[in-house]
């Protein structure tokens, strides 16, 4: 295997790293939109490993994508196709990184009310769970990654 094919293995290694983060972290959202305090609590717990892996993904594909790009031949970094993944990869990471203090809110709430001995249905927790703007920036993300997918499979233009 050459330097190259290494690259190209970690950029896919960190790309299903962050695709992999990404549905857990639909998992999660669809899972708190009936959790009480303690399961709020317990399914931040398993959201930080998802959160952890959008983190690792996210630098993980751009830098070695671009390094990828500049070091075979045939790809560069200013080809349309790529342009166009490194606008969609900014998308995605401001949306991502927009939606965390959305989701971490409910999870204050939720130890707060634990906190309390109040584990029972709350309705304002249960509104933090729903957040509107936390799932409309996910779903943003998720397009643009998925997106980004297809960017790479296709390669238009190149």
């Known amino acids: ?55 690792a993904g996210l ?20 080809h349309g196709w790529a342009v166009g993944a490194i606008v969609l990869w900014a998308i995605a990471a401001v949306a991502i990184l927009r939606s965390l203090p959305e989701y971490a809110k409910p999870v204050a709430k939720a130890k707060e009310l634990v906190a309390a001995g109040k584990i029972g249905p709350n309705a304002e927790l249960t509104a933090l769970n729903r957040t509107v703007t936390g799932l409309l920036l996910r779903a943003v993300a ?16 190149a």
């Open 1 to 55: 295997m050459s330097f190259q094919d290494w690259i190209f293995a970690l950029h896919l290694l960190t790309a299903a790293t962050l695709v992999g983060g990404m549905v857990a972290s639909w998992i999660i959202i669809v899972s708190l939109r009936s959790a009480d305090a303690a399961e709020t609590v317990g399914l931040s717990r398993v959201a930080m490993v998802g959160t952890g892996a959008i983190m």
């Open 59 to 78: 630098p993980g594909t751009i830098i070695l994508g671009i390094w990828l790009a500049a070091l075979r031949p045939q790809l560069h970094p200013w």
């Open 142 to 157: 998720s397009a643009a990654i998925v997106l980004i997918v297809i960017d790479m499979i296709y390669k238009p233009g």
